[in-house]
Nanobody
Framework: QVHTVESGGGSVQAGGSLSLSCAAS????????MGWFRQAPGQEREKVAT???????SYADSVKGRFTISTDITENTVYLRMNNLKPDDTAMYYC??????????????????WGQGTQVTVSS
């Protein structure tokens, strides 16, 4: 069975850091584009960061220079390191797998196999 499970959320003060984990099972993460998304109450879901099968990364402008996405091949886990957190980063964070098999990279457009999410709360 295919599963995507997020963990690592919590409550921190502005300026603090958190690391989110996305454990993939039933598939090999590096064969797909993997993405982190977030959704705050009353707002649309936002793509935060992606990493493709070749290690290529992309970030939302709002998190560039503060967040880093990476993949641990041995653990089949995708991480999102978040530094210098701001109250605007408060949201439910979700991980998802790219819809298309893409070990050569790319295909970071359509996503599937969403996790249940992990809450990040940043206080000022």
């Amino acid at each position: 069975q295919v599963h995507t499970v997020e963990s690592g959320g919590g409550s921190v003060q502005a300026g603090g850091s958190l690391s989110l984990s996305c454990a993939a099972s039933g598939y090999t993460a590096i064969n797909y584009c993997m993405g982190w998304f977030r959704q705050a109450p009353g707002q649309e879901r936002e793509k935060v960061a992606t990493i493709d099968g070749r290690g290529g990364t992309s970030y939302a402008d709002s998190v560039k220079g503060r967040f880093t996405i990476s993949t641990d091949i041995t653990e089949n886990t995708v991480y999102l390191r978040m530094n210098n957190l701001k109250p605007d980063d408060t949201a439910m964070y979700y991980c998802a797998r790219g819809r298309d098999y893409a070990p050569r990279g790319g295909y970071c457009v359509a996503f599937t196999d969403w996790g249940q999410g992990t809450q990040v709360t940043v206080s000022s």
